[in-house]
C-alpha cells in the first residue's frame, strides 16, 4: 500500500498493464508508470521516484474486527464488483501459466510465503512452514524477531525488549505467546497483555504475503527460511 502525494501533489492511479504478472499503474497527472510491488516509477516524467509506503495489513475480517471494533468498511463499486465473483480464485489462478523472466526454482513458481525485509536484508518463509513452526523465531538483518501466524493471517515483529532479545513459545490451546524470560502473555498484535512486561507493544515488522516467483523478481537476493521446529510451551 502507498500514499498518493509527490512532492504535496496528490495523483490518481490506474491500471496500465502487467510486468512480470505484477501490475504497473498510470498516474493521470504524468503518464508517469508506476510498479505495484515497489512503488517505484518505472517509466515517464517521473521515472525513479518512489511513493512512500503504508504500512498495512492482509488479515482476515474476522481479525481485523476484533481488533477495529470500530473500524469502518469500504462499500465496493457496485459497476466494478458484479464482474468479479466470490470464488475460490487461488484455485483459478493455479491453471493458468506463471509468465516470468525468473529462473529461480528453490521454490515452486506459486508457493506462498511471507517475505520480510530487515535492514536491507530480504527473506522468504514458505507459509507452510509459518503455520506449521507458529512462531518462528530467527534473526534477519541483524535484528531479532518473530514471525506469528492466526490461521492464514501473518504478523511479524522485532523480539527487542529494552535493548535484548526475548524468546517467544506458542501458549497451547490459545493464539498467544508467552516468552521465556519473564513469563508475559503475548497476543497477535505484538502486545503484551499479562506479566512482568503487561503494556509493552513490540515493533511491527511489515509482511508481504506473495507467490515466489513475484517475491523473488523484486527481491533478487533474498534468502529462505529452512530451519525450525514448532515452538510450544509444555
Not at 23 to 35: L, V
Not at 68 to 75: D, F, I, M, N, Y
Not at 144 to 161: K, L
Not at 168 to 191: H, I, K, M, Q, Y
Request: charged share 25%; proline share 5%.
Amino acid at each position: 500500500m502507498w500514499e498518493t502525494t509527490i512532492d504535496g501533489r496528490t495523483l490518481h492511479f490506474h491500471l496500465a498493464g502487467i510486468n512480470n504478472q505484477n501490475f504497473i499503474m498510470h498516474d493521470e497527472e504524468t503518464g508517469s508508470w508506476w510498479q505495484q510491488v515497489s512503488g517505484q516509477a518505472i517509466l515517464g516524467p517521473l521515472k525513479g521516484r518512489q511513493l512512500t509506503r503504508v504500512p498495512m495489513d492482509e488479515i482476515s475480517f474476522a481479525l481485523w474486527k476484533r481488533e477495529q471494533p470500530r473500524g469502518r468498511v469500504l462499500r465496493p463499486d457496485p459497476r466494478v464488483a458484479k464482474h468479479y465473483a466470490h470464488a475460490d480464485w487461488e484455485a483459478g489462478i493455479a491453471k493458468l501459466p506463471v509468465a516470468t523472466r525468473i529462473s529461480d526454482r528453490r521454490l515452486a513458481f506459486r508457493e506462498l510465503i511471507a517475505g520480510i525485509t530487515v535492514n536491507g536484508r530480504s527473506k522468504a518463509y514458505r507459509m507452510t512452514d509459518v503455520q506449521s513452526q507458529n512462531p518462528i523465531i530467527d534473526t534477519v538483518g541483524g535484528v531479532p524477531i518473530v514471525i506469528v501466524a492466526n490461521g492464514q493471517s501473518v504478523r511479524a515483529f522485532s523480539r527487542m525488549v529494552d535493548g535484548k532479545p526475548i524468546d517467544l513459545f506458542a501458549e497451547p490451546e490459545t493464539t498467544s505467546f508467552v516468552d521465556a524470560s519473564t513469563g508475559s502473555e503475548w497476543d497477535f498484535a505484538g502486545r503484551a497483555i499479562r506479566g512482568a512486561l503487561a503494556g509493552r507493544q513490540l515493533q511491527r515488522i511489515e509482511v508481504l504475503r506473495d507467490y515466489w516467483f513475484d517475491w523473488r523478481a523484486y527481491h533478487p537476493d533474498t534468502s529462505i527460511y529452512s530451519a525450525g521446529l514448532m515452538r510450544q510451551r509444555s
